[in-house]
């Protein structure tokens, strides 16, 4: 069987990764996100003399994942010191004369997913973390999502909770989904971490109101057969109890559909492929971009 590589390149940390064509990991390895020079350069050395026949990567974004575009394989407009405008297929490529696949981590998570995971024997899936930012993948129609560049559903405008004073930490938007609801928004309204924050505490029930919303918002939209959430704030299991519940308020039995009514608790889930999401979607990446040479 071919060996694929995978590089899951995250804000924090770079997992890099051997497996096989049927999803199977062989080896791991991570390395903390420090500059491009530092991190890429662990990043091809572990690659060296792996004999993979295609690397796939999933990235931290925004990244330009439209093929024939003059800053295809960047990522682009990133806060994040350093890492603005980079190209991190060219510097793959320079390297590995081997096909590459590129696309958000998100979108890699949601193949994994749809691929090995949880939304297997299906033909659309969505993927959303909720972490230090919210993002969100899809399949559809067996494709994973792009359009001008590609989606951005973390930002999506939610309906504020009646009892939020909380401005959102959203450097462009303020209160977007992600500036109201990802972990530093929990950690910035209630002065501690989410972590600490006991299951009980008032926090758990916005938290909820804002993923309802957003999670009604993509079935209205896209109507996945699947919701894969995943991210460290997801580590809250109590939430999917209760963002599915206030996702049947919601939508007040509009979409009728077993998966959203007896079937609910299959229908939002967490990641089957669990802390592999990610790689196992890189390796996703790499499987389809070996067919698409
Ligand atoms: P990243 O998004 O950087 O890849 P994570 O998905 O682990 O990483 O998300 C980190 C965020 O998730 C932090 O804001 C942190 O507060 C929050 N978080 C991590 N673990 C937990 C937990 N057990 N409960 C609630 N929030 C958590
Ligand atoms: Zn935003």
Not at 81 to 87: A, F, L, R, T
Not at 200 to 213: F, I, Q
Not at 258 to 276: E, M, R
Request: negative net charge; aromatic residues 8%; glycine residues 14%.
């Amino acid at each position: 069987m071919k060996l694929l590589g995978a590089i899951e390149a995250g804000g924090t940390k770079f997992v890099c990764g051997i497996g096989k064509e049927d999803g199977t990991i062989m080896d791991r390895v991570s390395f903390p996100t420090t500059t491009p020079e530092e991190t890429m350069g662990q990043v091809l050395e572990y690659f060296k003399g792996k004999d993979v026949e295609a690397i796939g990567i999933g990235s931290f974004g925004p990244i330009d994942p439209v093929l024939g575009s003059p800053t295809y394989g960047y990522i682009t407009t990133t806060p994040k010191p350093h890492w603005g405008q980079y190209n991190l297929v060219g510097a793959v490529a320079e390297h590995f004369n081997v096909p590459i696949g590129f696309d958000t981590d998100v979108n890699g998570a949601a193949l994994g997913e749809y691929t090995w995971g949880a939304a297997q024997g299906l033909d659309s899936c969505l993927y959303i973390t909720v972490g230090t930012g919210i993002g969100a993948g899809a399949v559809v129609g067996g494709k994973l999502v792009h359009g001008l560049s590609h989606p951005e559903m973390g930002h999506i405008v939610v309906r504020r909770h009646p009892d939020d004073n909380y401005a959102g930490f959203c450097p462009y938007h303020g209160d977007c989904l992600e500036g109201l609801a990802a972990g530093p928004a929990i950690g910035g309204r209630w002065g501690k971490p989410a972590a600490e924050l006991p299951i009980d505490h008032p926090a758990w029930e916005m938290e909820a109101h804002y993923l309802a919303h957003a999670l009604m918002s993509y079935v209205l939209i896209l109507s996945p057969q699947k919701i894969v959430m995943g991210g460290g704030v997801m580590k809250q299991s109590h939430l999917f109890p209760l963002i599915r519940t206030k996702l049947q308020e919601l939508l007040q039995g509009y979409v009728q559909h077993p998966a959203l009514n007896t079937d609910i608790n299959n229908y939002i889930v967490s990641p089957q492929l669990g802390d592999n999401a990610g790689l196992s979607g890189a390796i996703g990446l790499a499987k389809l971009a070996l067919v698409q040479e």
